[in-house]
């Protein structure tokens, strides 16, 4: 692993550092509540637009910034190190590469250049009741009638779907093909007669996640995306992404020193068990610690990506999931070190929470993390399969 700019990527991280320093809002305790579209957020991914900064891998041709791996990762790090609202989502990352490669030109006219300019949100209908980690077993059917396709099913855990002008969507077009032969790629509008969307509240009381329902619903058939049947295939398009988890690296070290600071600060006013607990200082340095180590996976991944035509393989389930179980223990240390007063949120009414209610979201965020993305499970799946060459059960 290289730990050192070359003098291109120096000068491009600096140019980056400097934008970031004066455009981005001023959000150090931001909790994740501007994910979907609040104002700060908005604001921000209309600044990196003009600088074609909102797709940073998809090529200049299209109206990306062209990043290669390298200088991806050093924005990204850059972002994250001033906690500064990243770019990507479902548009960027999901439909806009499959537009790129399989689209027709007619749809990429229309759909890619409201992803460039950060103008709508887009979500992903994918995972279903009975079709999770085992995505194609879905059973959301698509018939065709006429110039349409006729939508029936469910979809859950749609993030963003309630703000969302426009749903990728993965549909059953042939229940007798194989599974993965029989699925078909379509792009819906949100607003179509018959699409309901009913909000999932998590743990932490935030409104991320939805179901949405399909009662006969028509797609026009110039909706789908590549081949009828071929659904499977052309969603696991992608570009060349950075994919090295560097901003939870770098976003679990800074919550660790925030910790450690707010403890330092409560130590002898009774809020806090750090003056009295060694316990507690040993949390704090094996949470920095492991932060740390979550930072050298991260550059261990983005080493082999540098390297032309090597993709990372087990080694980002490794990162992944090291990263969300280390996200759940930051802040199962942070519940310990503010005690009763970690129960309190930003809404408290008389006191002042802890890092301005973060602990307390964040705690209760953070039981999805090692099952949104990828469960551990399968994460560790991967690795025992694909890394360390197990053999299937």
């Keep these: 692993m290289n730990f050192h ?6 000068a491009f991280r600096k140019v980056v550092r400097d934008f970031v320093a004066a455009e981005a809002p001023k959000a150090a305790d931001r909790n994740g509540e501007e994910m979907y579209g609040g104002r700060g957020y908005r604001e921000f991914m209309k600044k990196l637009a003009a600088r074609s900064w909102v797709a940073p891998a998809w090529p200049k041709e299209y109206g990306g910034a062209g990043m290669s791996v390298m200088e991806q990762f050093i924005f990204n790090c850059e972002l994250a190190e001033a906690r500064a609202p990243r770019p990507g989502g479902i548009a960027v990352g999901f439909a806009g590469p499959t537009l790129i490669v399989h689209g027709t030109e007619a749809q990429k006219q229309k759909y890619l250049p409201e992803i460039l300019n950060a103008d709508v949100t887009w979500c992903q209908g994918y995972s279903e009741p009975g079709a999770g980690s085992d995505l194609a077993s879905l059973q959301t059917r698509a018939v ?3 110039d349409d396709y006729v939508v029936n099913g469910q979809k859950i ?7 969302a002008k426009w749903m990728i969507l993965l549909t059953r077009t042939d229940p007798d093909a194989p599974k993965h032969r029989g699925i078909s790629y379509f792009i819906v509008d949100m607003k179509s007669p018959g699409v309901t969307v009913r909000p999932l509240i998590n743990a932490a009381y935030s409104h991320e996640f939805n179901e949405v329902f399909f009662e006969d619903v028509r797609i026009p058939k110039e909706n789908m995306i590549g081949e009828e049947n071929r659904g499977w295939y052309l969603a696991q398009t992608t570009l ?4 090295s988890n560097i901003g939870s690296a770098v ?4 919550t660790v020193e925030d910790l450690a600071e707010f403890a330092r600060e409560h130590a002898k006013d009774g809020s806090s068990t750090l003056g009295h607990n060694e316990a507690v200082r040993t949390e704090i340095v094996d949470r920095f610690i492991e932060a740390n180590v979550a930072t050298m996976m991260s550059y261990k991944i983005v080493s082999i990506q540098a390297k032309e035509g090597v993709a990372p393989g087990h080694e980002a389930s490794v990162a992944k999931m090291f990263s969300t179980e280390l996200n759940q223990r930051v802040y199962r240390t942070g519940m310990k070190i503010a005690g009763m007063y970690g129960q309190l949120d930003s809404k408290s009414e008389g006191v002042a929470a802890p890092m301005k209610g973060r602990i307390k979201y964040m705690y209760l965020r953070s039981i999805a993390n090692t099952i949104e993305g990828g469960t551990s499970e399968i994460n560790r799946n991967i690795i025992a399969t694909r890394g360390l060459g197990l053999p299937r059960a």
Excluded: K, L
């Excluded at 700019?5 to 120096?10: I, P, V």
């Excluded at 060349?240 to 994919?243: G, N, P, Y």
């Excluded at 976003?251 to 800074?254: V, Y």
């Design 5 to 10: 700019d070359t003098a291109e990527e120096a």
């Design 144 to 146: 065709r009638d006429g």
């Design 157 to 163: 855990w749609t993030s963003g779907g309630h703000m």
């Design 240 to 243: 060349s992404f950075e994919r």
């Design 251 to 254: 976003g679990a070290r800074q």
